[in-house]
C-alpha cells in the first residue's frame, strides 16, 4: 500500500505529459519549426503569428534556434509587406548568423535575407520569392 502515493503521482504526472503533447504544448524550438513550415508552404499570416506567440510567451531559445527565428520572422513580415518588422529582424539575424554557425541556415535563405536587406535599404530590387512558380497549365489543343 505504501507504493500507492508513488504510483499515483508518477501516473498523473505521465498523464499530464500525455495531454500537454496532445493540446501541442511545444518547446521554442517546436514552435519555431512550426513557424519554418509556416514558411516554407508560403502561408506567411501563419508564421508571422507563431513567431509572435513565441516572442510573448517567453520562449529561451539556443542561438541556433533564435537564429532561424529571427530570419525567418523576418522573411514572413518582408513578404507582407511589413517593412520595419522585417528590416528590424532581418537586420539581428544577419548579426547572428555572421557571429555563428553557417550551418544554422540553408544557403537558399542566407542569399534571401541578405536580398531582402538589401531592397528594404533601397540598394537592390525585390528578392525573388522563394515559393515554387505554379506548374505551367496544360497546352489546349485546338482542332
Not at 513580415?77 to 548568423?97: G, I, K
Not at 540553408?106 to 536587406?117: G, N, Q
Amino acid at each position: 500500500m505504501r507504493r500507492t502515493p508513488r504510483l499515483i503521482t508518477l501516473v498523473t504526472g505521465a498523464l499530464l505529459a500525455i495531454v500537454a503533447a496532445a493540446l501541442g504544448c511545444a518547446s521554442g524550438g517546436g514552435r519555431v519549426q512550426r513557424g519554418i513550415n509556416c514558411y516554407r508552404a508560403a502561408n506567411y499570416p501563419c508564421a508571422a503569428a507563431i513567431f509572435q506567440d513565441i516572442e510573448a510567451a517567453g520562449y529561451q531559445l539556443n542561438p541556433k534556434g533564435r537564429v532561424r527565428y529571427l530570419a525567418y520572422r523576418g522573411l514572413a513580415h518582408f513578404h507582407l509587406r511589413q517593412d520595419a518588422f522585417a528590416r528590424s529582424y532581418l537586420e539581428q539575424a544577419s548579426a547572428a548568423y555572421r557571429s555563428g554557425d553557417p550551418t544554422w541556415l540553408p544557403p537558399a535563405i542566407v542569399a534571401e535575407m541578405d536580398r531582402a536587406l538589401a531592397h528594404l535599404s533601397g540598394r537592390a530590387a525585390p528578392p525573388l520569392s522563394p515559393t515554387p512558380a505554379p506548374a505551367p497549365a496544360e497546352p489546349i489543343n485546338i482542332q
